[in-house]
């Protein structure tokens, strides 16, 4: 359909169609960085700007448009003065309406220069490309368009832009940015019964629902009303993450897309502006007052289900006092997330999983698996104990919201044969004081028996997650194995012979009286993980697999590895990671706080069969630490170089393998 002439008069780019000068086509290109055009019109994978992006909307599914310069299916056989009309109101070149998914209330505000500039980068910077638009996925009556010229007239704000006198230009510029192009509110403000944004009306200081807060395809966007410092606020829209919060959900694409890109001036003036909103929400608290209070993990940590489901699936990132680790993994303590009314996200993540944005400042990208194999209720109480330590008086989470997220997400579950045990069932238990107290002495090893514990690691460095995660030295099953021969000692020992082994070699200490009541509460620890497990049954995920001893190392790439993959949570020297008390993070791998040579990690192929199921973690969607997925060839390069890094020797090493052939990766 043509456009009618009426529309084109005093509607003119003010350059020839299709003959826009090079600066104005680059200006274009920042104006759709900042509108963040490419997120929603580009499909997973597909061409930029091509549409094809589902989204989800209360009625229904909405695919974005081609916006690319094609004639037959993009915006190429459009004029200025229809594209304007598009964006400002919402009517296509051909006069049937768009959805308000497309933020055009938002766009209204644009002024003429910018548009103008927008339109030369869509026509004369974006490659054409011939892509149909999907048809609409919409619930009657909502699939009728018509239906949209009534919404408009009673909901859609179609003024431009007008300064507030009373402030000034950075203030004005950031309020421009974030009413207009930004649209901030299209996710940020609560939407009426219309799906029309709350507070159109009202987006200088006055209005109390815009940017208050809304809920987003089962996210929750946060309020933004006076949230973070300037500062806080540029760095996360810079980075991705600050130092109260990591960017999740769909705001990961706009940080990937958008405001990452953007000039710093640009990225004040938005923080300067959101700072300056009226707000009632609680004041986040500051990191150093986080720390100081985080310090110490929450009373609960052992005593309740939520706090040993914590325990067991989150320590390991979030740390037990929930201060994260800083430039990984997020703290919980003073997250807004966490504190926030709604905890649509927190259940969104934990049921699908997260990435971090991946940036210039932040490159490498972190992962958090998802934790839909656990069940509603495990969730619930999990986040429940997360918001009650560090919400800010946040409320519960009840297992119906979870429910109800898990059937409207339909999120994959892991199908992996290993039967993860619950530490939360300790608690069920007659012996439950002694059983999590064994459980304790393998988390946090160093610290409750630092006379037998002679460097910085704790059991749980080898055995993940307190010895449930398959191919990370579990301990399901293994005490129905004991006693057994073991070659290295050339005779029958028992379970307490090996935990000392492990505290004489791994930790470079000293052996456990075998009649003390920490020893005890150990060994009441591996029965309880024992199960029904006979001596003749075998157990999915038992050890830490092989790895082909074959393979030649190659110390040098090895070193490059380590570089690339291991040095942010083991530090480039070897020395391990410590928090701000001075607690052993991540442990070292090589010195005088690591383990000796006697210990199996000392050894090429032991230790490039662990690297290579279980190292590093955060690395993709594997459950439960987003463990493993180095090559075979990368595991044993990398295992090469740090096992033969210097480290304590073994006094006892005379005495292995007195009958049996000593392994050819073994140090002595």
Same mark, same amino acid.
Not at 55 to 63: H, N, Q, R, V
Not at 435 to 454: C, D, F, I, W, Y
Not at 470 to 477: K, M, N
């Given at each position: 359909m043509a456009v009618p002439p009426a529309l084109e008069a005093g509607?003119?780019?003010?350059?020839?169609?299709?003959?826009?000068?090079?600066?104005?086509?680059?200006?274009?290109?920042?104006?759709?960085?900042?509108?963040?055009?490419?997120?929603?019109?580009?499909?997973?994978?597909?061409?930029?700007? *091509?549409?094809?992006?589902?989204?989800?909307?209360?009625?229904?599914?909405?695919?974005?448009?081609?916006?690319?310069?094609?004639?037959?299916?993009?915006?190429?056989?459009?004029?200025?003065?229809?594209?304007?009309?598009?964006m400002r109101r919402g009517v296509a070149a051909d006069g049937h309406r768009l959805y308000p998914a497309m933020p055009y209330p938002s766009y209204a505000k644009m002024s003429d220069e910018d548009m103008a500039a927008l339109w030369a980068y869509l026509r004369q910077g974006v490659k054409p490309v011939a892509q149909p638009n999907p048809p609409l996925a919409m619930n009657f009556p909502f699939n009728q368009r018509w239906g949209l010229a009534y919404w408009d007239a009673v909901f859609a704000d179609k003024t431009r832009f007008v300064p507030d006198p009373r402030q000034d230009a950075v203030w004005n510029r950031g309020a421009y940015l974030v009413q207009g192009l930004g649209h901030c509110g299209a996710c940020h403000t609560p939407r009426g019964v219309g799906f029309q944004e709350l507070a159109m009306s009202e987006q200088g200081t006055g209005g109390r629902q815009f940017l208050s807060g809304a809920q987003v395809e089962h996210w929750n966007a946060v309020n933004l009303r006076g949230l973070w410092t300037v500062d806080d606020t540029v760095e996360m829209l810079k980075t991705g993450q600050n130092r109260f919060a990591t960017a999740s959900g769909s705001m990961t694409d706009v940080i990937l897309h958008s405001t990452q890109h953007i000039d710093r001036p640009d990225l004040v003036a938005i923080a300067t502006y959101l700072k300056?909103?009226?707000?009632?929400?609680?004041?986040?608290?500051?990191?150093?007052?986080?720390?100081?209070? *985080?310090?110490?993990?929450?009373?609960?940590?052992?005593?309740?289900?939520?706090?040993?489901?914590?325990?067991?699936?989150?320590?390991?990132?979030?740390?037990p006092t929930g201060s994260g680790v800083k430039g990984v993994?997020?703290?919980?303590a003073g997250n807004p997330t966490v504190a926030a009314k709604d905890p649509a996200t927190l259940i969104h993540i934990t049921l699908t999983g997260w990435k971090t944005a991946a940036t210039g400042a932040h490159p490498r990208v972190y992962t958090m698996p998802a934790f839909a194999r656990l069940g509603d209720a495990e969730i619930a109480e999990i986040l429940s104990f997360v918001r009650e330590s560090w919400g800010q008086g946040a409320g519960p989470v009840a297992a119906a919201d979870v429910a109800a997220a898990r059937k409207s997400l339909d999120?994959?579950?892991?199908?992996?044969?290993?039967?993860?045990?619950?530490?939360?069932?300790?608690? +069920?238990?007659?012996?439950?004081?002694?059983?999590?107290?064994?459980?304790?002495?393998?988390?946090?090893?160093?610290?409750?028996?630092?006379?037998?514990?002679? +460097?910085?690691? +704790?059991? *749980?460095?080898?055995?993940? +997650?307190?010895?449930?995660?398959?191919?990370?030295?579990?301990?399901?099953?293994?005490?129905?194995?004991?006693?057994?021969?073991?070659?290295? *000692?050339?005779?029958?020992?028992?379970?307490e012979d090996r935990i000392n082994g492990c505290f004489r070699r791994s930790m470079n200490g000293k052996p456990l009286p075998v009649d003390s009541e920490d020893m005890k509460a150990m060994v009441v620890y591996f029965d309880w993980m024992k199960g029904h497990t006979r001596k003749e049954d075998k157990v999915a995920g038992r050890g830490v697999g092989k790895i082909d001893p074959n393979i030649v190392p190659n110390v040098e790439n090895g070193q490059k590895v380590y570089a690339a993959q291991c040095a942010v949570c083991h530090g480039q020297n070897g020395e391990g990671l410590k928090d701000a008390a001075g607690r052993s993070v991540y442990p070292p791998l090589w010195g005088d706080q690591s383990f000796n040579i006697g210990a199996g990690m000392a050894r090429t192929y032991t230790a490039a069969a662990f690297v290579k199921r279980n190292m590093p973690i955060g690395f993709h969607e594997k459950f439960p630490l987003g463990q493993g997925g180095l090559s075979d060839q990368d595991a044993v390069d990398v295992a090469e170089y740090f096992a033969h890094q210097p480290r304590p020797d073994f006094p006892d090493k005379v005495k292995d393998w007195p009958k049996d052939p000593k392994p050819r990766d073994a140090r002595y």
């Open positions: 509607r003119t780019p003010g350059f020839a169609e299709g003959a826009a000068p090079a600066a104005t086509v680059e200006k274009g290109r920042y104006v759709a960085q900042l509108g963040d055009c490419v997120a929603c019109h580009t499909a997973q994978g597909g061409a930029p700007m *091509a549409g094809g992006r589902a989204l989800e909307t209360p009625f229904g599914t909405i695919y974005s448009t081609n916006i690319t310069p094609d004639a037959q299916h993009g915006i190429g056989g459009w004029s200025y003065a229809a594209f304007d009309r598009a300056s909103l009226p707000s009632d929400q609680p004041a986040a608290v500051p990191p150093a007052a986080a720390a100081s209070a *985080a310090l110490e993990p929450p009373p609960k940590l052992y005593t309740s289900a939520g706090g040993l489901g914590y325990t067991q699936f989150c320590t390991d990132c979030h740390r993994f997020p703290g919980l999120p994959k579950i892991d199908k992996s044969p290993f039967e993860t045990p619950r530490l939360a069932k300790l608690l +069920n238990e007659p012996h439950a004081d002694q059983l999590v107290r064994g459980m304790r002495l393998n988390a946090e090893t160093q610290q409750l028996l630092p006379k037998h514990v002679g +460097n910085q690691l +704790n059991c *749980a460095s080898c055995h993940l +997650n307190a010895g449930t995660v398959a191919d990370g030295s579990p301990y399901v099953g293994v005490s129905a194995f004991f006693p057994s021969y073991a070659p290295r *000692a050339g005779k029958v020992i028992t379970l």
